[in-house]
């Protein structure tokens, strides 16, 4: 008995189309994490059965791969991937077959890119069908390429980076033939599309283990290909008396590895590029120093998203995450106006988790964290965001001309609010008067 569990609409599915005359078996990773016993994300199909087939079996359903054979079943509210048994044909663009021939599952698996993902369960007779040796790997924690490693890569370059993703998921080792592949192609990488570099990247960003999956990828040659500016953090210094660790490249691992397995994508990344700007900003003078590397990180950031297609709302947390990531060091000196303004800034939460990882990775004091953390508890909502006294229709009604002025002026206003100076309309109209006087002297 193997307790694989699959849900009852998936054991539906198979059900008909068995019925129907036709082989249908659950395939890949769902076979994986189910031996593994880790509940499955996905419960994916494989048939014998044509996609026209499938179609008329069920009443809910969408042709999402036609060329592959690929049909979206909707069945009790859930969708499943039913997919027909095929063999590849060349890949021409190192990431999709030119073209797909049905084959049987025994073909199936063998067109697929790791021993561990090219099992499949017969649901009826509970049983495992392995034609690559994918339960011995999951036995002994391998990740092996099926057949020639060289090929497989060849086909399709992402599964470089897809190696190096479940080896880090499932604490695997990395077949030796397999490694060597990966090291002698990794220049193939910067064929594959921005995008699914930046969707495998921020994958591994947010899974467990995603300091040793950053390992891997440098050095194996891949990090240069897709993150250069991030491969450029290793050998460089840091000072000791803050980054007892060692140089930007380990603190950087260091704090991938500490960081919470709840790690939103934007504050994952953040972490990853809060310190890209110190290789070109490295100096040393009475000590090792990285002036204006938080600016020039920003700007890399910038970029990097660009590069890797991010969108455009993530792109900005981003940024904002890398270039604030040092405002902690002032927090402490804040006038009180400057203080709540920062604390209720819309990424101040995932800064302020960066800040803590990032003194975790380093110096160890959590000083400016527990300062922030209590402020932030002491202080009223109300005082942090507290509602405007006056706008610009009644400063204007004070008779101060529209312009560029009323913004600052409302801005001067709220500062006093904040330090707790005034706290009613009247107080805002005199401090107005006083600070802004009115055109020819009225």
Request: with cysteine.
């Amino acid at each position: 008995m193997l307790n694989i569990k699959p849900p009852d609409a998936a054991i539906r599915i198979i059900r008909a189309l068995e019925a129907s005359g036709h082989r249908a078996l659950l395939a890949g990773g769902c076979v994986r994490d189910a031996l593994l016993g880790h509940e499955p994300k996905d419960w994916d199909i494989a048939t014998d059965a044509a996609p026209e087939a499938v179609q008329g079996l069920f009443p809910k359903t969408v042709a999402v791969g036609a060329q592959f054979g690929v049909v979206l079943v909707r069945v009790g509210g859930q969708e499943f991937e039913v997919a027909r048994f095929r063999e590849d044909g060349p890949y021409g663009d190192g990431r999709h077959p030119d073209s797909v021939r049905p084959s049987d599952e025994k073909g199936d698996a063998r067109r697929r890119d790791f021993t561990i993902n090219g099992m499949f369960y017969d649901v009826s007779n509970d049983q495992l069908l392995d034609y690559v040796g994918g339960r011995r790997d999951l036995d002994e924690g391998i990740i092996r390429a099926i057949g020639e490693p060289d090929s497989r890569f060849r086909e399709d370059h992402l599964r470089m980076m897809r190696a190096v993703r479940f080896s880090a998921r499932f604490g695997f080792a990395i077949e030796a033939a397999t490694a060597s592949s990966i090291e002698a192609h990794a220049e193939l990488i910067g064929k594959i599309s921005p995008e699914r570099i930046r969707d495998e990247l921020t994958i591994i960003l947010t899974q467990a283990n995603s300091d040793i999956a950053f390992a891997a990828l440098d050095s194996t040659g891949l990090l240069g290909h897709v993150l250069p500016e991030v491969a450029a953090m290793r050998g460089v210094a840091q000072p000791p008396e803050f980054h007892p660790e060692g140089d930007v490249w380990t603190h950087v691992l260091a704090m991938l590895r500490i960081k919470k397995r709840s790690a939103s994508p934007t504050l994952a990344w953040g972490i990853l590029l809060h310190d890209v700007g110190k290789p070109p900003t490295y100096t040393e003078t009475d000590r090792i120093r990285f002036n204006g590397h938080d600016k020039a990180g920003a700007a890399m950031s910038d970029a990097i998203c660009a590069r890797l297609r991010m969108p455009k709302a993530r792109a900005a947390r981003i940024r904002e995450l890398v270039a604030n990531h040092m405002r902690f060091m002032h927090v402490e000196k804040m006038r009180e106006a400057r203080l709540k303004r920062f604390l209720r800034e819309p990424y101040f939460e995932e800064l302020l988790e960066l800040h803590r990882v990032d003194c975790l990775a380093s110096h160890g004091n959590l000083r400016t964290h527990e300062f922030c953390t209590r402020k932030l508890g002491e202080i009223r909502e109300e005082a942090l965001r507290p509602p405007r006294l006056l706008d610009g229709r009644d400063l204007m009604a004070m008779g101060y001309p529209a312009g560029p002025k009323l913004g600052e002026i409302l801005f001067a206003l709220e500062d006093e609010q904040l330090e707790g100076r005034i706290s009613t309309g009247e107080e805002a109209r005199e401090f107005a008067r006083r600070h802004y006087p009115l055109p020819g002297g009225c």
